[in-house]
DNA sequence: TTGTAAGCGTTATCAC
DNA sequence: GTGATAACGCTTACAA
């Protein structure tokens, strides 16, 4: 498979490569219709596609962006990955998607090699233990952004959900429909903002409420495991607030085996909306993010600042929705 | 941010650039430790990150493939992605995803793309309308595989699931509870391998077992309604074979739409297992693919056309696994 | 209107 | 052991 080059194009065109360079990128103000023709047809006969590693290579820009998720399977980091790419194709850039499965150590060999991919700018989702490195992207005026989280003193702007008021949303929710029993189930903290901003909320508000917290602790498989406890010892609350949509399907698993009924035995809210809430029995009620809203304006920040706009270094907090379905019932009606 | 090339380490190591890249490609063997040693430290001191676009430029290699997924929303697709990405990793070789939304123009322009960005390989879920590039393709030797679909008279090896006996599996299993009333639930077949082997392999069995058939066609918006119309004419069939994944979403919407009971309204099975089916009330019966290992065998034939190894251009046929759940049961006990 | 030539950051060949 | 130098495929002053 010989590569067609813009020589080879140049010459069967008999015009020279800086020619055909022009015309490849629409210069055609001052050039004979003949050798566009030419040139046309040349690049047709040969099946010419230029090589943009050469031009990424000249031209110090590459065209595309990357996107550091902490973890994929998470439906939010879908919706902002598709709103970015969104965005990006309408100014011309293309996207590469990597998942540092909340392993900061992967995710500095993404920042990494990304970086020796050149790519323009940068979307993170940030896990809380590469502080030095986002410091040096900082300081070397690289073009990023973060999404979902912050990092506290690093001066990167960052999108991402009221947390709190989202946690007061669900909270209030219960409240209003009778419980004072209240949990939550989380992921693991480990200083990710957006966990602990969402752990201190509720903490916060049972304090307020002088109810006792119920919360979990540990990974995915760990939930499962301190559920089940609960259960056994019968010290389950009547409700529960749900972090996250992974979070969620530990909690459903963990209903399905013990055979609990939703809402009957159990209220659930959970925070992040995802399609089969709508059709699950019972329809789950949530406390949707704006994840649409999110990526896309994180991805218009990313472009101000790649094509050196102005743009503030700050952290863009977007408002929750609630979203009734019946995974909620009165208390009293149990 | 002042970009550091090799040319700054060579000059604050007192070495040349060719020094330099030897350190970098790690070929060490006649070098003293004392330069090497300073290149080291220049490395560190400048915090020199190597430019894989020049690399690649001079290499014509560049380390990377693209994937080509029809449809991304498919569980069946984030499968194999994982699975290639974990391959492709072991060689040392970055992944580029793309979603071409089963539209044969986005396809080509991803594909163009992709070779623009002189990717070394590329593996496709193909549409059905670009036979003409794919050709070219394989005229140019250019390192290709195909997932889940295959297309008639390209000669690209294709992995995919072995579709006839996922249906008379699903078929068998139905006919054995007793039914003899067996719908097929598909999104629009469109000349897709993969759908038509499913559609055909189930018109095959109905007629064999002298039923009648009953199919929806049309996108997942048309499903609904076909459905839809079945319900209200009591014309649906007491089980149904689903296709896939997003068809199911499509049922089981419907489904609680009408407040219908699993499976005591109707039994289901689905191709493509999925976490919720296992959660779901009732879990559902699955015909599983192994994706994985689907991915897995792409990702290693697409290497050896890489790396210019022996290997067969030929269909691969994986075999489904039946997983039983709660959504099917016995006829009689209806 | 078109061409010449230098340069982007690497690697490879061949000297020394 | 180390270093010139050309080359990869493209863009862009500047020249003609």
Redesign the interface.
Known sequence: ?K?ITINDVAKTAQVSKTTVSHYLNERYKNMSPDTRERISLAINDL?Y??????K??KN?K?MTIGIIVANILHSFSTQVIRAIEDYAHGENY?V??CNADNDPVKEKDYI??L????VDGLVIIPTSDNDELFS?LVA???PVVFVDRFIEGISIPSFLLDNENAIQTAFNHLLDKGYEEIGFVSQPIEDISARIERQNAYMDLCFRHKMEPFTTSGGLALIHQSLDEAIKKDALPKSLIVANDLAL?EV??L??KHGLNIPEDLSLISIDDI??A????P?ITVVAQPSFSIGEQAAQTLFEIINKKEYEIKIHRFKPELIERDSVIEYESK
């Open positions: 498979m590569k099946n596609n230029p090589n943009v590693i050469a990424s290579l110090k590459t293309h590469i998607v990494q090699m970086l020796a991919k050149q040096k070397d005026d690289y399907f459903l698993k209903v399905k399609e089969f709508e059709f699950f029995n329809g």
